[in-house]
């Protein structure tokens, strides 16, 4: 069975721009949730979707923001990148979010520039 | 609110001794604890849990966590360490502002278990 897939695994974008991270959970997980980890604030949790519904969401700006699609797949999207949006982007996937996210994918590194 | 918190930035254990990974924690209710590790360029990898129950907790490769609620704890150990243990383990909590959903996690700052041969 696969694990979960995040890509790209590294992204370089300057400030401004945006950028859309992907997250393919295991396969009959419906639930995916998001963090940012970083050296300064370390794990963060951004949000969490369930079928294609956003279920709550952390202490994140508007630019910030994701969707899940019927295939359980995910995307998170920030836009107008800040230098301190570099991160490890870390998605977890599990059944039904009904316990701890048990399944994370490799992560994607975001550098700002 | 829910917060954890691992006091040791740093833990150093020579291989075949006993390792103490510590975390406390502060929740209003019944508390939902969790361990992972992660190994670098990886994601995390889940270790245990405790929701209730037996106080001692038996996980992933020879780990175990003991929950003391006197003392509001939650630590990690393992009887004795291997070289392959070195990596970044993390404590968390559920954050049950969100009712419900457990995906929403508080994560400690993280300890880095160093073993050395």
């Known amino acids: 069975k696969a694990g979960v897939t995040q890509t790209p695994r590294y992204l370089i974008k300057t400030r401004g721009q945006q950028v859309t991270l992907s997250c393919s959970p295991i396969s009959g997980h419906r639930s995916v949730s998001w963090y940012q980890q970083t050296p300064g604030q370390g794990l963060q949790f951004l949000f969490e979707?369930?079928?294609?519904?956003?279920?709550n969401k952390g202490n994140f700006p508007g630019r910030f923001s994701g969707r899940q699609f019927s295939n359980s797949r995910s995307e998170m999207n920030v836009s107008t990148l800040e230098l301190g949006d570099s991160a490890l982007y870390l998605c977890?996937?599990?059944?039904?979010?009904?316990?701890?996210?048990?399944?994370f994918g490799n992560g994607t590194r975001l550098t700002v520039t | 609110a829910q917060s954890v918190a691992q006091p040791e930035d740093q833990v150093n254990v020579a291989e075949g001794n006993p390792l103490t990974v510590k975390c406390t924690y502060s929740?209003?209710?019944?508390?939902?604890l969790f361990w992972y590790v992660q190994y670098p360029n990886r994601g995390l990898q889940f270790l245990l849990k405790?929701?209730?129950?037996?106080?001692l907790v038996k996980g992933s490769y020879g780990f175990e966590a003991e929950f003391n609620k006197s003392q509001t704890s939650f630590h990690l150990k393992k009887p004795s360490a291997l070289v392959s243990d070195s990596a970044l383990y993390f404590c968390?909590?559920?954050?049950?502002?969100?009712?419900?959903?457990?995906?929403?996690?508080?994560f400690g700052k993280g300890t880095k278990l160093s073993v050395k041969p």
């Open positions: 968390a909590v559920r954050d049950t502002a969100y009712g419900g959903s457990q995906g929403n996690l508080i």
């Open positions: 405790y929701i209730t129950g037996d106080n």
């Open positions: 979707y369930f079928s294609e519904t956003q279920r």
């Open positions: 929740v209003s209710g019944n508390p939902y």
């Open positions: 977890a996937s599990s059944l039904d979010g009904e316990g701890p996210p048990l399944h």
